[in-house]
C-alpha cells in the first residue's frame, strides 16, 4: 500500500444510543475518509425501562473497527496509518460489570431510563427545598433519573449479583466510554490484528 497523502489518521468510535460508528479521519483537512455503522438492539423490560446488552455494544464496537479497516484497505490506504481514536459515547447510560471476569453483572441501563424515579424523589427529599439543582454546582448534573450515579444505586439496591459484586470489591461501575477503555487490550487487539 502506498503511503498515505492524508496525513496521519484519526479513528472515532461514536458508540450512541442507536448505533455505534467508527470513522477514520485524515489529519489534512479533517475529511472523512470512511466509516462503518452497526445499529445496537434496545431491550424495554417494563414501561420506561430502557436497557442494553454490554457485550452487543462491545462487539459492535469491534465490528465498526474490523469493517472500516477493511474500508480503508480497499480505498489503499494503510490502517497503520491511524495515530490516535477517540471515543465519544451515549450520554450517562450506565455499564456495571466484575473487574475479575470483565463480565457485565447487568444490562446496562440506557440514559433515558426512568426507573430511578422513586430514588430522586428519595434524594430530592434530603436536600433543602427540594431543589433539583442542589448538587449541580459539585458535579454538573442535577438530581435526575438521567445521572448515573442514581442508576448504580439502584442496580446496587435490586441487582443481588450487582449488591454481592460490590461487598466482594469485584464491581467496576462507569458509563459506555469507561466499559470501552477498560477493554482497550481487547480493542487494541482488533485493530491491531486487521492492519
Known amino acids: 500500500m502506498s503511503e498515505s497523502k492524508y496525513g496521519p489518521l484519526i479513528g472515532a468510535v461514536d458508540q450512541g444510543t442507536s448505533s455505534t460508528r467508527f470513522l477514520v479521519f485524515s489529519s489534512k483537512g479533517a475529511e472523512l475518509l470512511t466509516f462503518h455503522q452497526t445499529e445496537i438492539k434496545q431491550i424495554f423490560p417494563k414501561e420506561g425501562w430502557v436497557e442494553e446488552d454490554p457485550k452487543e455494544i462491545l462487539n459492535s464496537v469491534f465490528t465498526c473497527i474490523e469493517k472500516t479497516v477493511e474500508n480503508l484497505k480497499s480505498l489503499n490506504i494503510n490502517p497503520e496509518d491511524i495515530k490516535a481514536v477517540g471515543i465519544t459515547n451515549q450520554r450517562e447510560t450506565t455499564v456495571v460489570w466484575d473487574r475479575v471476569t470483565g463480565e457485565p453483572l447487568h444490562n446496562a ?58 461487598q466482594d470489591g469485584r464491581c467496576m461501575f462507569g458509563t459506555i466510554d469507561t466499559w470501552l477503555i477498560t477493554l482497550q487490550g481487547e480493542l487494541t487487539e482488533v485493530c491491531i490484528s486487521q492492519t
Open 109 to 166: 441501563i440506557v440514559w433515558l431510563d426512568a426507573r430511578t424515579s422513586s430514588t430522586v424523589e428519595q434524594l430530592k427529599d434530603k436536600v433543602p427545598g427540594r431543589n433539583q439543582n442542589y448538587l449541580k454546582t459539585q458535579c454538573g448534573l442535577p438530581i435526575s433519573t438521567y445521572f448515573s450515579a442514581v442508576k448504580f444505586k439502584w442496580l446496587v439496591d435490586n441487582c443481588p449479583q450487582v449488591a454481592a459484586a460490590v
